[in-house]
């Protein structure tokens, strides 16, 4: 999971974007407007970010991608949580 969570963060164009959002999941659930909102990034920029996520097993959903559909962290993230703030301090975004 770490060299994946390096690629995904680090090996990926927007990457750091989305180790913004995994951030913010990890606090607490949001839908696609707020992230934007918390991110300060357009709606439509969130979405595909998400969308990469989700199709990486990082980030699920529940509400069937309809309007106000809600994202958290999967299991298996909120387990790698550790490694992936190890690979935030790394890359000086703390």
Avoid: C
């Avoid at 990926?12 to 913010?24: D, E, P, W």
């Avoid at 106000?68 to 992936?84: I, K, P």
Wanted: hydrophobic content about 35%.
């Amino acid at each position: 999971m770490k060299q994946f969570l390096w690629w995904l963060i680090v090996g990926t164009k927007g990457g750091i974007n989305r180790a913004r959002i995994i951030r913010i999941l990890h606090d607490r659930p949001y839908n696609a407007n707020q992230l934007a909102e918390k991110v300060e990034l357009d709606y439509r920029t969130v979405r595909h970010h998400i969308d990469v996520l989700k199709k990486n097993n990082i980030v699920t959903s529940s509400g069937g991608g309809r309007y106000g559909t809600v994202y958290f962290l999967t299991g298996v993230m909120e387990e790698n949580y550790e490694t992936f703030e190890e690979i935030w301090e790394k890359i000086g975004q703390s």
